[in-house]
């Protein structure tokens, strides 16, 4: 089992950046696929960004694409998500989730909330 807590949200102006970490327990972090998700109010939650279980082959949604970096750290157990030139609509809480197969997210955080202001 793995339990996941985001942290890093926060207010920022349109333009500006934040960096979302995502610390996991458990001793097998490294075998597990991460990635983020968003819920806008009144939205269902969408993918942002994954990352495989060694670093590699990251992807991200159109809407992210050249703004958001996602990356990790095995030896701390933590999943990054670097959000630069952020936007209004990035506003949303952000959730980190762990995948045994890069398909199907079991493992979730409690969320961390990103307000971008206009």
């Known amino acids: 089992q793995v339990q996941l807590v985001e942290s890093g949200g926060g207010l920022v102006q349109t333009g500006g950046s934040l960096r979302l970490s995502c610390a996991a327990s458990g001793r097998t972090f490294s075998s597990y696929a991460m990635g983020w998700f968003r819920q806008a109010p009144g939205k269902e939650r969408d993918f942002v960004a994954a990352i495989s279980w060694s670093g590699g082959n990251p992807n991200y949604a159109d809407s992210v694409k050249g703004r958001f970096t996602i990356s990790r750290d095995n030896a701390r157990n933590t999943v990054y998500l670097q959000m630069n030139s952020l936007k209004p609509e990035d506003t949303a809480v952000y959730y980190c989730?762990?995948?045994?197969?890069?398909?199907?997210?079991?493992?979730w955080g409690q969320g961390t909330q990103v307000t971008v202001s206009s």
């Open positions: 989730a762990a995948s045994s197969d890069y398909a199907t997210y079991r493992y």
